[in-house]
């Protein structure tokens, strides 16, 4: 079984927690975001348990334009499986486009969509362990705390992770997950 290192680990988080410039106009909220997602709808596997896995994610603006922003996201999650030794792992990068609409005083409601490689160590009569990709569709808001640069977020995500067809079996895993974090203004 393939195992992801620490050191695979340390480098996915170093090159999304490093915030690159975002390029600022007006409208624009560029940041950095540290989040953590719960699975709250898992996938139910064939082996008769359901896939609930908890995700860390960093994440950073790119670019902005407008109201609209490109961002990293590293994804690094950990799931228990009562049928395999050990814990599930899985470690990724995404890129993605949010888009940032203020609502009324401190309060922004945010929309994104982003899709990246990732590795998993899961295997099951459903998803082959190793190289696949994460798809990830968001809905939720931002509370920017006037005059302060730490902020909070609440989100839903659906997320599907499947390997295109590259490796059998390849049925993919769904999740919706409510994600919480902090947000820093750059």
């Not at 993605?96 to 203020?102: A, K, L, M, V, W």
Request: charged share 15%; hydrophobic share 40%.
């Amino acid at each position: 079984m393939h195992r992801i290192t620490p050191h695979f680990c340390f480098l996915l988080l170093g090159l999304t927690a490093i915030a690159l410039p975002a390029h600022s106009q007006e409208g624009s909220y560029p940041y950095t975001e540290f989040n953590v997602g719960v699975s709250v709808i898992g996938e139910a596997l064939r082996e008769g348990y359901t896939y609930q896995p908890i995700t860390l994610l960093p994440t950073t603006s790119l670019w902005q334009f407008g109201r609209f922003s490109a961002y990293a996201e590293g994804q690094f999650v950990y799931a228990d499986t009562p049928v395999q030794t050990g814990s599930a792992f899985e470690a990724g990068l995404n890129m993605g486009i949010r888009y940032q609409q203020p609502l009324f005083g401190p309060l922004i409601m945010n929309a994104s969509v982003g899709a990246g490689p990732h590795y998993i160590t899961l295997n099951t009569e459903s998803q082959a362990e190793g190289f696949i990709f994460s798809d990830n569709f968001e809905i939720g808001f931002s509370y920017l705390r006037p005059g302060k640069k730490w902020s909070y977020n609440l989100r839903g995500r659906f997320r599907h992770i499947s390997n295109a067809g590259f490796k059998y079996p390849n049925l993919g895993l769904d999740n919706f997950f409510i994600i919480i974090g902090l947000r820093q203004q750059l």
